[in-house]
């Protein structure tokens, strides 16, 4: 059984930046990996996922061009850097995990598709 940790979470001002990290139990070499986030009263939603190799990325409307999803197989981590943070982006963020992922599904944001996750690490954008 695979488990992941989410670390990194922490209060910040709005236009910082943070980076989050995800570190699995065991080998991510045959998972992709997304970050989703799920803010009081709203539901989860897919922010990026990353295929097996790092090769192929994608990311929602809402975090492109602010967001970065990489990833180190030799540490068995994933990260997400977070720059130019809003309020909106205040929420819990999970990692999440599937197998067979040498490719980004064109689903990938459908939270059904993971089969393993992390408990959650805390962002809080507010000045």
């Known amino acids: 059984q695979l488990q992941l940790v989410e670390t990194g979470g922490d209060l910040v001002q709005p236009g910082g930046s943070l980076r989050l990290s995800c570190t699995a139990s065991?080998?991510?070499?045959?998972?992709?990996v997304a970050w989703f986030r799920q803010a009081p009263g709203k539901e989860r939603e897919g922010v990026s996922c990353?295929?097996?190799?790092?090769?192929?990325?994608t990311y929602a409307d809402s975090v492109k061009g602010r967001f970065t999803i990489s990833r180190d197989n030799a540490k068995n981590t994933v990260y997400l850097q977070m720059d130019n943070l809003k309020p909106e982006d205040t929420a819990n963020y999970y990692c999440?995990?599937?197998?067979?992922?040498?490719?980004?599904?064109?689903?990938?944001?459908?939270?059904?598709?993971?089969?393993?996750w992390g408990q959650g690490t805390r962002v809080t954008v507010s000045s």
């Open positions: 999440a995990a599937v197998i067979g992922g040498d490719t980004v599904r064109a689903s990938w944001w459908l939270a059904y598709e993971y089969h393993y």
């Open positions: 065991g080998s991510l070499d045959y998972y992709a």
């Open positions: 990353i295929n097996n190799d790092g090769a192929m990325t």
